[in-house]
């Protein structure tokens, strides 16, 4: 039953046959299964190593022997069909416990019964007619990005620099309802964001830090711990502050009957604050969903923004049919979600964008029970990865994967496509709560740049050595140039 070496429990395929004829088994560098494949590689040297196993496999999901447990890693949307669809595999891996001190329980590490509960709380909060309220803080943002730009026209711009800024302002915004220029500790906040997400890479880096007692013991447990308090006093105090105004000016009845009609600005913190006055959450439950918002909402945004523009840069042909299809709409100031969603071919741009550099690379689900999945018994304990990277660079659903063609997501062009060819924000019921939020922050930035400015390339995107982070990172700063546009 066991992969002896390894000491790891064996998967086996249900009808009895050798585990080779259905998966790829990813050979250890060592006879101790693959425990040792990855001792110390930095985020770069991971990232490549899981693409060599990818192209050892030859399409096939394969599986690695680790001490904790089986992996049963998913590169292709057949295989990643029954997983997205289940109603049991729903908990989440255990590179997810090193955000506990971070994000606590919040509805990304949370499992059934709570999370089901906070899902449904949550959900109003991305309403479509919320959404529309959302829309106006995204294009006041996007505009006071542009004032940034005005200063660093035609000079290589390190657009971290800009849009990081700009995604956290809006989330910030959207999630508390408070500016964040207008809170103390906005910086440290970001800087700590920052730090934790560079400790949390280092540690899934090093085997041994998986075990918590070595990593109290030899890791950077009290850097980690004073990192996650800077973010809980921020948003603690923050949401302390909005709780008594809220309660002062009786929030709670911005919410109809239906739950979903606002007449005002609101922040999902108000939906959480009108759920705490019902008994549903507690202080420490809220301040779990703002941070778990917040950080999701953040990173992956920003990530996808800034591969945009290197993409929109590298591309001329397709900037400047994005610039057409743009170019004739109302005033900025004036444009609704509804004139958002029709601007459709750049939409199609920030979708091949998201399938070729997804800014959540990898997802993972542990199995709390003996489970069946792909003709697999996938014992206790075992973790599944899905490699959401690999799935979306499948040439037998997107010929030429490594070319960049928004035109494949063009409606014409869709009507066939797998149903989890495409998963950016992961599918079924664990899905990105906040996707149509994401596209819609997007869109208003770029088409905000692209009204103002001809994006210019500095860096080829070919050149990028791609990194895992809790997001995806590159070795490289990425830089783009901002030329005003004669009219
Ligand atoms: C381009 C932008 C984004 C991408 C690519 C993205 C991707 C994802 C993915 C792949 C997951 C599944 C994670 C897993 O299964 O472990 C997820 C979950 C989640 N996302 Fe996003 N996301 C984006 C933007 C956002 C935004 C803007 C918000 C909120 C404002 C958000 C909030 C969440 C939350 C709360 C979850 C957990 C949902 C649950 O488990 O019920 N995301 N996202």
């Not at 295989?79 to 669809?85: G, I, R, T």
């Not at 711990?225 to 009845?253: T, V």
């Not at 799935?391 to 960049?404: A, G, L, Q």
């Not at 070919?462 to 700063?477: F, N, S």
Request: glycine share 4%; aromatic share 10%.
């Amino acid at each position: 039953n066991y992969f002896i070496l390894a000491l790891c429990e064996r998967i086996k395929c249900v009808e009895g046959k050798p585990l080779e004829e259905k998966v790829c088994i990813i050979p250890g560098k060592t006879i101790f299964g693959n425990n040792f494949d990855a001792v110390n590689v930095t985020p770069g040297k991971l990232f490549k190593l899981a693409r060599s196993f990818t192209k050892l496999s030859k399409g096939r999901s394969y599986v690695l022997n680790f001490l904790i447990g089986p992996v049963y890693n998913i590169i292709n949307a057949e295989d990643a069909e029954q997983l997205f669809q289940s109603q049991s595999l729903t908990t989440k891996g255990f590179m997810y416990d090193f955000l506990q001190p971070f994000l606590g329980d919040g509805l990304l590490r949370s499992s059934e019964e709570k999370w089901h509960l906070r899902r449904k709380m949550l959900t109003p909060a991305f309403h479509f007619n919320i959404l529309q309220t959302f829309n106006e803080i995204f294009k006041e943002e996007s505009l006071k990005l542009l004032e940034k730009l005005k200063h660093l026209q035609h000079e290589d711009v390190n657009i971290s620099d800009v849009i990081d800024e700009f995604s956290l302002n809006n989330v910030c915004e959207t999630a508390l309802g408070v500016k964040l220029n207008e809170i103390d500790g906005a910086t440290e906040y970001r800087a700590a964001v920052h730090n934790l997400s560079t400790m949390i890479v280092r540690r899934v880096c090093n085997p041994l830090m998986y075990y918590r007692i070595i990593f109290y013991l030899f890791g950077q447990y009290s850097e980690t711990k004073h990192y996650a308090e800077i973010i809980h006093n921020f948003s603690g105090k923050i949401i302390s502050k909005k709780r008594k105004k809220f309660f002062q000016e009786d929030n709670g009845c911005k919410i109809d009957k239906e739950n979903s009609y606002v007449k005002t600005r609101y922040a999902m913190l108000d939906t959480l604050l009108h759920n705490e006055a019902q008994g549903l959450i507690d202080h420490q439950g809220i301040c779990e969903e703002v941070d778990t918002v917040m950080f999701e909402g953040y990173d992956t945004t920003s990530t996808c923004l800034k591969f945009a523009l290197l993409n929109l840069a590298q591309y001329p042909d397709i900037q400047k049919r994005c610039y057409q299809e743009i170019e004739n709409l109302t005033a900025f100031e004036n444009l609704t979600v509804f004139d958002f969603n029709k601007v459709e071919y750049l939409g199609c741009v920030i979708k091949e964008t998201l399938r070729m550099h997804p800014s959540v690379p990898i997802i993972q689900r542990l199995c709390t029970k003996e489970t069946v999945l792909n003709g697999l018994i996938l014992p206790t304990n075992a973790q599944v990865n899905i490699h959401i990277n690999d799935i979306m660079r499948d040439s037998k659903h997107f010929p030429e994967p490594s070319v960049f063609k928004p035109e494949r997501f063009l409606p014409e062009n869709t009507h066939n496509m797998h149903p989890f060819a495409f998963v950016p924000f992961s599918a079924g019921s664990r899905n990105c709560i906040g996707q149509k939020f994401a596209m819609l922050e997007i869109k208003a930035a770029l088409v905000a740049i692209l009204r103002a400015y001809r994006v210019l390339p500095v860096i080829q995107t070919k050149d990028l050595i791609l990194e895992y982070g809790i997001t995806l990172r590159t070795k490289q700063k990425l830089f783009v140039k901002f030329e005003p546009r004669v009219i």
